[in-house]
């Protein structure tokens, strides 16, 4: 019969009983009407966004310091979780906003990862990114960078998630983690990066280091345009 449970009245008295709990991975809720509420619930949503990219550029390119980066975000979250975990700092205001992943505030996820983000890509633009000229791209990358980080920031408080203690903890650890993972990729696993890119199962995975390359995209693109103008030679061969 149309709209009655399919589940056994057993079944359905314990799940009735049991305690539901939602997957809330994007669940960000804003005052109703608040205009700049609803933008910050965007902008707070900027995390899972670049977490996705960087796992899809990091499965496209293959590149050992994209993978590690990816392994550095990865580190970063767990070092949150452990934080939360043992701080046990509650989050403000739960009896208004109640859509949370736990109770547990301090430090706050958000901003440790996008700081981290933050951190480590200013570090990367000045320290490895070896591009000579152009400065003014990086001036105006930094800046966009730098508005993201402060508003994902800014809207953990404004939404009342977490306090300006919790976010500013956040950031601080997310700092720190950065500055320390990216000295140690780059003190300690570059280095071991053509090592790693000749194993075999690095060249089964087509693993790849970057490192010796001062402009990518340019190679990219050179290498992009020989390939297809040798391959239209071959072409050209064949059909005489």
């Known amino acids: 019969m149309a709209g009655t449970c399919a589940f056994p009245q057993t079944a359905a008295k314990e799940l009735k009983e049991g305690e539901w709990r939602p997957i809330s991975l994007t669940?960000?809720?804003y005052p109703e009407g608040d205009l700049l509420g609803q933008f910050l619930a965007y902008c707070s949503l900027l995390p899972l966004a670049i977490f996705c990219c960087l796992c899809t550029l990091a499965g496209s390119r293959r590149d050992l310091h994209t993978i590690c980066l990816l392994v550095g975000m990865?580190?970063?979250e767990a070092v949150n979780y452990?934080?939360?975990h043992w701080i046990q700092e509650p989050r403000p205001c739960t009896e208004v906003n109640h859509s949370f992943h736990t109770e547990y505030g301090l430090p706050s996820n958000h901003a440790q990862f996008i700081w981290f983000f933050f951190m480590y890509s200013?570090?990367?633009?000045y320290?490895?990114?070896r591009v000579t000229g152009r400065p003014l791209w990086r001036l105006l990358l930094v800046l966009v960078l730098l508005l993201m980080a402060v508003s994902v920031s800014y809207s953990r408080v404004y939404?009342?998630?977490h306090t300006s203690r919790q976010v500013c903890c956040g950031m601080m650890v997310g700092v720190g983690m950065a500055v320390a993972w990216f000295a140690f990729t780059q003190l300690i696993l570059t280095p071991l990066f053509p090592c790693i890119s000749a194993w075999t199962l690095s060249e089964y995975l087509l693993l790849r280091d970057t490192t010796p390359i001062h402009n990518l995209l340019w190679f990219e693109y050179v290498a992009c345009r020989s390939g297809v103008r040798a391959q239209q030679?071959?072409?050209a061969t064949k059909a005489q």
């Open 159 to 161: 939404l009342l998630y």
């Open 27 to 29: 669940h960000v809720q």
């Open 127 to 129: 320290m490895r990114l």
């Open 82 to 84: 452990l934080l939360k």
């Open 74 to 76: 990865l580190s970063n």
């Open 233 to 235: 030679k071959k072409y």
């Open 122 to 125: 200013l570090l990367f633009l």
